[in-house]
């Protein structure tokens, strides 16, 4: 079964096109989206052509991939409609594209600690280069709108006393960490892209993203801990954790995290920046972990401990603060999947489409 045709990601995309967003603005347009294959990425991808399907949108898909053979996979659904066009080429290269283009999603790029230690450059490219190349493409193309996809970990280490992050605040990154190479990147990729907004009026909008999951991420290695803990259930492993557990997290499903992609897209400021996260439902590591165990309590399995004498350098070694997420609720965004429905809707949608 491919992943668009799951139930649980169906009821996903009815979710999100259920909320308050003009939908109307994409009738008939152009939407490119880099690193189109990514989790996010390819749920827009879904979203748009189920508009198409649903309501007859009319809207072209140029979904732009560097793996053209993961992308197959993504969307087998799309290879033959007329609305949809895979791209294949590194988004560090300068992008050429006969046709108009309405939209641009600049989602491509990792945040893996897998890719953090064996490609750092790749990654500073994707964020650079590619942004670079992406605003080319859109002050050519007199675009409606670029939405870059970017991270809270732009804020850096706040200083201590720090409650919680507005837009406007930034802390401190030690450009000589290994884990800088995707943050300090990204933050470049923000500068770019108000500098061609100040000079050349070129439209953004940001989405500083945190903690996302959901159907069609990536468990093979990937090293990033839902990723860790999703795969060890859906593989039927004990749940191995690396580190005490106390560290808190917010993770935002998948369906919460695009239905802000899209309001940021459409309905935000340009030259604006917008947190999304789910900060309703701040959790310990070991309590997400024990969660799943307890939610698949028929696969056998249990959370064990197996803490290194040091951690990874692909990893974050900054403390958590909550994001603020009022300036996007005031588009009228909000989050509606409870974490416990979040992990189950996951595994659930591994195990049924490996069937």
């Known amino acids: 079964m491919s992943l668009y045709s799951s ?3 169906r009821e996903d995309i009815s979710d999100i096109i259920s909320r308050d967003i003009d939908w109307e603005m994409l009738r008939g347009r152009t939407v490119l989206i880099t690193g189109a294959s990514g989790m996010l990425a390819s749920y827009l991808v879904y979203v748009l052509m189920h508009l198409n399907e649903s309501r007859n949108m009319d809207i072209k898909v140029l979904a732009l991939v560097r793996n053209a053979e993961k992308a197959r996979l993504k ?3 799309f290879l033959s409609d007329k609305n949809f066009k895979l791209i294949r080429q590194d988004i560090s290269d300068p992008v050429n594209c006969d046709c108009d283009i309405d939209y641009i999603v600049h989602a491509a790029g990792n945040a893996s600690p897998k890719y953090i230690l064996s490609d750092p450059v790749g990654i500073i490219k994707a964020n650079t280069l590619g942004t670079m190349n992406v605003l080319e493409l859109a002050l050519q193309k007199k675009v409606k709108n670029v939405l870059f996809t970017s991270t809270r970990e732009v804020y850096g280490r706040m200083p201590d006393g720090t409650e919680e992050i507005l837009e406007s605040d930034y802390g401190s990154l030690d450009c000589k960490e ?6 300090e990147s990204k933050r470049l990729a923000e500068t770019m892209l108000e500098s061609y907004f100040y000079q050349y009026k070129v439209p953004y909008t940001t989405a500083r993203i945190a903690h996302s999951y959901g159907p069609g991420m990536d468990i ?3 090293g990033r801990v839902m990723s860790d803990f999703i795969s060890d259930v859906v593989n039927g492993r004990d749940i191995v954790l690396k580190s005490d557990g106390k560290a808190e997290r917010a993770f935002c499903y998948i369906s919460d995290a695009v239905a802000g992609m899209f309001t940021v897209l459409l309905h935000g ?7 999304i996260a789910n900060e309703s439902e701040p959790v310990m590591i070991k309590d997400a972990a024990n969660t799943l165990v307890e939610l698949f309590a028929d696969r056998g399995l249990k959370v064990v401990f197996e803490i290194p004498e040091e951690k990874s350098k692909g990893y974050s070694r900054m403390g958590r603060v909550r994001l603020n997420t009022q300036k996007l609720e005031s588009l009228g965004w909000s989050c509606r999947v409870r974490l416990r429905d979040g992990l189950y809707r996951t595994v659930v949608s591994f195990l049924s489409t490996s069937e």
């Open 269 to 275: 400021k340009p030259g604006e920046a917008y947190n």
């Open 178 to 183: 290994l884990r800088s190479c995707y943050p």
């Open 7 to 9: 139930s649980i990601v």
């Open 220 to 222: 093979n290695e990937d």
């Open 75 to 77: 969307f087998a659904d």
